[in-house]
T-cell receptor, first 113, second 115 residues
Framework: NAGVTQTPKFQVLKTGQSMTLQCAQD?????MYWYRQDPGMGLRLIYY???????DKGEVPNGYNVSRLNKREFSLRLESAAPSQTSVYFC????????????FGQGTRLTVV | RKEVEQDPGPFNVPEGATVAFNCTYS??????FFWYRQDCRKEPKLLMS???SGNEDGRFTAQLNRASQYISLLIRDSKLSDSATYLC????????????????FGKGTHLIIQP
């Protein structure tokens, strides 16, 4: 059971480039989330999806777009990367409405130069 | 007031000591509570759930105080390997779906166990 899989694990972008971070979970979870974590900081929610076909903004959505392709996959897109988006990105999923924990992917370490 | 608050620390504790830290939450409708552990540059992983009656897992004890709206984590006989950041997680149900997120993380408490 793979859990939550994120790709890529590392990425270096030039300012203005675009890229998509992929996330997939095989636990049949309803809700999926994208967080960013800067050095010494807590997790900040970028976007989340409560169910297939729905997405909502979190605390720091500017500069990002998301797509809940199906129940398994939730992607995060940077259309025009900026140095301020240098961070570690985590995808997470949970089974909404049930007292179960959130599971995290291993993270994507993104550097924008 | 932030939804979930934790003392960021760091807590510097000698090996073998007992350490405890709390997490306060503001939403009285919160229903599920967890402690996560995050090692440097790694993803958060579940340490333990927090039940109303309190629960224990080896050296770790978690408690919930609904009246005062906080949860606590106690680590006994601390080990060097316990050094990490401990995140408090609160879930309030039902999810509103339309703009509110039921899954809320604290910013974490940094624990350093010293030999």
């Amino acid at each position: 059971n793979a859990g939550v899989t994120q790709t890529p694990k590392f990425q270096v972008l030039k300012t203005g480039q675009s890229m998509t971070l992929q996330c997939a979970q095989d636990m049949n979870h309803n809700s999926m989330y994208w967080y960013r974590q800067d050095p010494g900081m807590g997790l900040r929610l970028i976007y989340y999806s409560a169910s297939e076909g729905t997405t909502d903004k979190g605390e720091v959505p500017n500069g990002y777009n998301v797509s809940r392709l199906n129940k398994r996959e939730f992607s995060l897109r940077l259309e025009s990367a900026a140095p301020s988006q240098t961070s570690v990105y985590f995808c997470a999923s949970t089974l909404q409405g049930v007292n179960t924990e959130a599971f995290f992917g291993q993270g994507t370490r993104l550097t924008v130069v | 007031r932030k939804e979930v608050e934790q003392d960021p620390g760091p807590f510097n504790v000698p090996e073998g000591a007992t350490v405890a830290f709390n997490c306060t939450y503001s939403n009285s409708a919160s229903q599920s509570f967890f402690w996560y552990r995050q090692d440097c540059r790694k993803e958060p992983k579940l340490l333990m759930s927090v039940y109303s009656s309190g629960n224990e897992d080896g050296r770790f004890t978690a408690q919930l105080n609904r009246a005062s709206q906080y949860i606590s984590l106690l680590i006994r006989d601390s080990k060097l390997s316990d050094s990490a950041t401990y995140l408090c997680v609160v879930i309030h149900l039902p999810y509103s779906g339309g703009g509110a997120d039921g899954l809320t993380f604290g910013k974490g408490t940094h624990l350093i166990i010293q030999p």
